[in-house]
């Protein structure tokens, strides 16, 4: 099946280099690529990409801004940020919006492919700093622990998984500490969602970490 690709991206190099690498996939198909974030949200909704890569850093309008006004029409839609900005402030700010994937400028081509391929299956991908930040973000004093007795029902496998994310490996990553495949791994993901009620990694993670106290 193939995955339609949209970009939102003002830098025309990187703009040409993103089109070039969804072009040499074979399972990617470029939808569309906007250096702007006005005709972005006039054409995307048309466009009907499954994902849209985006950079945060634009003139007139940043890339959140064109999170926040295009998820709500296109919810099925996922938005992956590729930036440069690692702080904690843009981050939740893209999570907030809609974002469901956070990687920066930096990462590796093999590594982006990978992580369309998570998003588009329902994953949220992160680079490890990212998710390291993420993680971080939500630790809780041991004082005042939440614990959480949806992670109970976790099985033993679902809990390994769980743990690894917690600590900002990406889903290749873990299908390789654990010997198997990246689709056994999003298949834990989906379980593991569904069982502590939640949407996203970092909510799950949030409530692993809650449990840990």
Avoid: C, W
Wanted: hydrophobic share 40%.
């Amino acid at each position: 099946m193939t995955t339609r690709i949209s970009i939102i991206e003002d830098d025309e190099e990187t703009r040409q280099i993103l089109t070039g690498i969804i072009a040499s996939a074979p399972d990617l198909e470029l939808a569309s690529a906007y250096p702007l974030v006005a005709p972005a949200i006039d054409g995307i909704p048309r466009d009907r990409p499954n994902v849209v890569l985006v950079d945060i850093n634009l003139p007139e309008t940043n890339g959140v801004e064109a999170v926040r006004r295009l998820k709500p029409v296109l919810p099925d839609t996922q938005f992956m940020m590729l930036t440069v900005y690692e702080d904690p402030d843009h981050i939740f700010a893209a999570l907030a919006a809609g974002a469901t994937g956070y990687l920066l400028k930096s990462t590796r081509r093999g590594e982006l492919l990978e992580a369309i391929a998570q998003i588009a299956g329902g994953g949220s991908p992160m680079s490890s700093g990212i998710a390291r930040k993420v993680v971080q973000s939500f630790a809780r004093p041991a004082s005042t622990p939440k614990p959480q007795t949806e992670v109970d029902a976790l099985s033993p496998r679902e809990q390994a998984v769980l743990d690894l994310l917690s600590k900002g490996y990406l889903y290749k990553e873990i299908a390789d500490s654990l010997h198997v495949s990246v689709p056994t791994i999003n298949t834990y993901i989906r379980r593991i969602y569904e069982k502590l009620q939640v949407h996203s990694r970092t909510q799950a993670v949030s409530k692993y970490l809650r449990k840990q106290g």
